[in-house]
């Protein structure tokens, strides 16, 4: 995954400034730039007969102006990483991020979590609903109050694996960004089952973990460039499975669903809850063509 140009869009409060700090982390771990954006309504782009045009150009232009200010004033410390800001007007906020992130070229685009959801998980709000369903870079969300709780850097990223082609092209992507970022990778799959259960159904879901695991080892095998760990997780739902692990200093990153569109961020039910539930930020990848991701388990394991 090359993240070279990173984007960020803003908004003031919380959720803006839970974003930037998601961004300036991976952007001064992956040797990026960032660019932080604030989406604006859009201006008519010709004058009409009277005044109200250009006192509504000046009214939105002063208002972006602005939200771009809080923006500077809450990076003025950061020195490490390369920043520009720009605003640009859209009716949508998700969708004018993903027009931009084509327009200037952006490897990623980052957020934060919208109103509403719970100290330390994601809320989707519509920017997310719509970024995370027609992005055609990785999608990366911050969890509310992340700014104040955020580690110094990430130490980790986990991929959360099924077997199945997108799953892989996440797999070899993520393998090339923890490089980067000098990280250790860990793949884990979630495995739900319910509360009680018979002696059959505990055989099945023992041959299931057997099956998890092996999948596990195949995949990493061959990747010597990046230190790798694998983890079966087991819950009666997503929430549950992911509490089995640690999470913290981490960003888990899934892939899109298999029934979305080709190069796009699609968003899956199983890739909701994961959202939902990971108490971290999370990254969505887009699905590559069949054939072009190439094989994750072509490279290794140390």
């Not at 250009?54 to 003025?76: G, I, M, S």
């Not at 009666?236 to 892939?255: F, K």
Request: overall charge positive.
């Amino acid at each position: 995954m090359k993240i070279e140009h990173i984007l960020a869009g803003f908004v003031p409060g919380g959720r803006g400034q839970d974003g930037l700090t998601l961004a300036v982390l991976l952007a001064r771990q992956a040797g990026a730039r960032l660019t932080v954006a604030n989406v604006h309504v859009p201006t008519w782009p010709t004058p009409g007969p009277g005044k109200i045009d250009a006192e509504w150009r000046a009214y939105v232009t002063a208002q972006a102006k602005a939200v771009l200010d809080q923006a500077r004033e809450l990076l003025a410390d950061v020195r490490d990483v390369p920043v520009e800001f720009v605003s640009h007007g859209h009716r949508g906020s998700g969708r004018g991020l993903v027009q931009l992130a084509r327009q200037i070229e952006a490897d990623a685009v980052v957020i934060g979590s919208a109103p509403g959801g719970g100290r330390g998980r994601i809320r989707v709000g519509s920017t997310a609903d719509q970024l995370l369903h027609t992005s055609p870079v990785p999608v990366a969300l911050a969890p509310r109050g992340y700014t104040e709780d955020h580690p110094p850097g990430l130490r980790r990223l986990t991929v959360a694996y099924r077997r199945d082609p997108a799953s892989d092209e996440a797999v070899r992507q993520a393998f090339v960004l923890a490089e980067r970022m000098d990280v250790p990778l860990r793949l884990v799959t979630l495995v739900l089952s319910g509360g009680r259960r018979g002696r059959i159904e505990t055989e099945m879901l023992g041959r299931l973990r057997e099956k998890v695991a092996a999948d596990l080892e195949e995949i990493i095998r061959g990747h010597d460039d990046v230190r790798v760990d694998v983890e079966v997780l087991e819950g009666r739902d997503v929430t549950a499975a992911l509490a089995g692990t640690d999470c913290e200093a981490a960003m888990v990153i899934c892939a899109s669903s298999e029934t979305g569109p080709l190069r796009r961020v699609f968003l899956g039910d199983v890739s909701l809850k994961i959202i939902r539930s990971a108490p971290c930020p999370v990254m969505m990848v887009p699905r590559a063509p069949s054939g072009k991701s190439g094989s994750a388990g072509q490279r290794g394991k140390r």
